[in-house]
């Protein structure tokens, strides 16, 4: 058990945290009965009740289809999202992949809600999103989809193709995911490395603290070192007291006489 559990938080801590989430939300409401679903559905009323439903934004991501559902969509999180947060080179600390999943889930909302007109329920997008985003920059490369062998970039559409054969319902809330995650790309990337643009969705200063990241963050392909000053989305400065223990009076003070001494 303990090996299970060392091997459970060595995994990354994002991608364990919300596959965790949407398994145990997917088992509760499925299997257990533990958790209804009209608990966790999204519907705009809900945020204009007092007190506001707020925690629904995040619910609405965590439910599985029932049955062999709950293991493949928890999977799917996991895998993709491991690959989102430890060898995607647009993401060098971990706020960067919690805004990522805000501002994605973000889009996924407004497009099913406001454009599309339906979804109560969004986690297929969202796999889909995380499926686009960990492919995307992998042309060239191969991945095993099932039994099958293919071209990476391709994955997102395989997955699609799956579903025309076995759940067709889902199939604009998968394309709103890969909307969302393009829209993301564009206005995080190509935009400004491209088109000469501001980075609109840059990682805000309160996702930094909301998150602890190192300064040294390890990924799949080196180590990412975050600049030792304040830097952009930190919302911290750090000067060339930063560390010592002693109050700041003491700093003014000249450089003293030694007791007993000339």
């Known amino acids: 058990m303990s090996e299970l559990m060392d091997a459970y938080l060595a995994q990354p801590p994002i991608a364990r945290t919300l596959t965790t989430a949407v398994f145990v939300t997917s088992v ?14 999204f519907d705009t009323e809900f945020l204009f009740r007092f007190p506001p439903e707020i925690w629904r934004l995040v619910t609405s991501f965590l439910l599985s289809d029932p049955q062999l559902g709950i293991i493949m969509d928890s999977y799917f999180v996991f ?7 430890t060898a995607n080179p647009k993401f060098t600390t971990k706020e960067d992949v919690v805004w990522y999943l805000m501002t994605v889930g973000s ?3 407004f497009i099913n809600r406001v454009i599309l007109g339906s979804g109560a329920f969004f986690l297929p997008g969202l796999i889909m999103a995380l499926t686009y985003t960990a492919c995307q920059d992998q042309r060239g490369a191969q991945a ?6 293919v071209p990476a970039q391709t994955v997102p559409y395989c997955m699609i193709l799956m579903s025309f054969l076995m759940r067709p319902w889902i199939i604009p809330m998968q394309i709103s995911g890969i909307v969302a995650a393009h829209l993301h790309d564009f206005l995080w990337r190509l935009w400004p490395e491209f088109g000469g643009g501001p980075r609109i969705l840059a990682t805000p200063s309160f996702v930094s603290y909301l998150v602890q990241t ?6 799949g392909y ?13 919302g911290r400065t750090t000067g060339a007291s930063t560390g010592s223990v002693l109050p700041d009076s003491w ?7 030694r007791l007993g001494g000339d």
């Open 28 to 41: 509760s409401v499925h299997l257990l009965g533990w958790l209804p679903a009209t608990w966790l559905y």
């Open 79 to 85: 895998q993709y999202l491991k690959q989102v947060e």
């Open 107 to 109: 889009f996924i909302i």
């Open 144 to 149: 095993g989809f099932f039994f099958f062998t």
């Open 214 to 219: 190192p300064r040294n963050l390890n990924r």
């Open 222 to 234: 080196g180590t990412a070192i975050r600049p030792s000053g304040s830097g952009a989305g930190t």
């Open 251 to 257: 700093k003014t003070r000249g450089a003293g006489h």
